[in-house]
């Protein structure tokens, strides 16, 4: 079983990207200690404490500062797409028909709660959303997209999709010191 930084066993944490908020202060101390779990999150305190010149109970204090702030929003395993069945990466922008505030949360929540979606955003331009969608076929992508589009619950106009054929980079985390300057 996984483990995260204290050396206690992997708890799933709800790994839902909070409300873009004002920006934590965040010191040379602070910033090391992120880039240190961004490159691997299963140090231990007692390693990650080494790594960064604290004693591990100010590094644990820390730590626990930067969950509770919202900056370490949980920790996981990156697995690889292809290897649980996931064939089809799908980058799908979606136009909305209809706009209304009811509209879009009916259908925010029911793509935050699919498990083939796995990223959402909402942006500004041509499409209302880009969503990152995985699936097993081809065929499959085509029942889910229809299904989205024949609810009328949901207001989608449109669903324009690009399918991926090759990661070069694929997002494993942010960057830690460039994000400071």
């Known amino acids: 079983m996984p483990v995260v930084p204290s050396g206690e066993p992997y ?31 299963r140090l231990t305190y007692q390693a990650l404490s080494e790594r960064v010149g ?25 697995i690889e797409p292809l ?5 089809i990466i799908a980058l799908a ?3 909305m028909r209809d706009p209304s505030a009811a509209a879009r949360q009916r259908l925010e929540r029911a793509l935050c709660a699919h498990p083939s979606v796995v990223e959402l955003h909402v942006v500004n331009g041509e499409n209302d959303y880009v969503a990152r969608f995985v699936a097993p076929t081809l065929a499959s992508y085509e029942a889910l997209t229809e299904a989205f589009l024949a609810d009328p619950g949901f207001g989608i106009g449109r669903i324009h999709t690009t ?3 090759k990661t070069l980079k694929s997002f494993d985390s942010y960057p830690v010191r460039d994000s400071q300057d």
């Open 11 to 41: 708890v799933r944490r709800d790994m839902k990207p909070p409300p873009r908020t004002a920006r934590v202060v965040l010191d040379r101390i602070d910033l090391s200690i992120l880039e240190a779990l961004r490159e691997n999150g």
């Open 54 to 78: 604290l004693s591990p109970r100010p590094c644990l204090e820390r730590v626990k500062r930067l969950e509770q702030k919202g900056v370490i929003r949980g920790y996981a395993a990156l």
């Open 83 to 87: 290897s649980v069945g996931h064939d």
């Open 93 to 95: 922008g979606i136009t």
């Open 163 to 165: 399918f991926v054929l």
